[in-house]
T-cell receptor
């Protein structure tokens, strides 16, 4: 069974540009999460999808971030326009419906560097 | 709000040494507690968990006990191996379905 995959693994962009990160969850996992780790800090929750619906987006930092999950399969996280403080590693995780709520399956992360 | 505090790293040990990584938490209720591990080049994976006070989670020789009186969930291993080198994250979940709250992570490096 394929795990959670994220693309790209590393993106380097200039301030003001746009970047789109993609996450493919484990097949059949209705729950999809986005987290972010800024260098040396905690992994912070961004948002949670259940299928295509946003269950909780309380962690989204501002309206420069847009997450979508059309069709309830893969998800994208767009940052537009990117700022220096957006640099970090963006993790995606998934969990099946009714699964142990604490066990999330994570991807390797997408490292974003904004110059 | 809820939070998790881990000891700062990096932690550098020789093979077969004892390991303790401290983790304390702040929560309004009775959270579930977790340790996740990230090996080089991989995503985070659940190492162990405990869902109520005095529960002990264990896996791969690692153990952690949910201590409500000290609000702690320290990770321990009696004899570490080079393959244990990784970043370890302590986390909590206030209730079912809510987001995980992570600590900053502790890097462990084990040399032979």
């Amino acid at each position: 069974e394929a795990g959670v995959t994220q693309f790209p693994s590393h993106s380097v962009i200039e301030k003001g540009q746009t970047v789109t990160l993609r996450c493919d969850p484990i097949s059949g996992h209705d729950n999809l999460y986005w987290y972010r780790r800024v260098m040396g800090k905690e992994i912070k929750f961004l948002l949670h999808f259940v299928k295509e619906s946003k269950q909780d987006e309380s962690g989204m930092p501002n309206n420069r971030f847009l997450a979508e999950r059309t069709g309830g399969t893969y998800s994208t996280l767009k940052v537009q326009p990117a700022e220096l403080e957006d640099s970090g590693v963006y993790f995606c995780a998934s969990r099946k419906a009714g699964g142990d709520t604490g066990e999330l399956f994570f991807g390797e992360g997408s490292r974003l560097t904004v110059l | 709000g809820d939070s998790v505090t881990q000891m700062e790293g990096p932690v550098t040990l020789s093979e077969e040494a004892c390991l303790t990584i401290n983790c304390t938490y702040t929560a309004t209720g009775y959270p579930s507690l977790f340790w996740y591990v990230q090996y080089p080049g991989e995503g985070l994976q659940l190492l162990l968990k405990a869902t109520k006070a005095d529960d002990k989670g264990s896996n791969k020789g690692f153990e952690a006990t949910y201590r409500k009186e000290t609000t702690s969930f320290h990770l321990e291993k009696g004899s570490v191996q080079v393959s244990d080198s990784a970043v370890y994250f302590c986390a909590l979940s206030e209730r079912a379905g809510t987001a995980l709250i992570f600590g900053k992570g502790t890097t462990l490096s084990v040399s032979s």
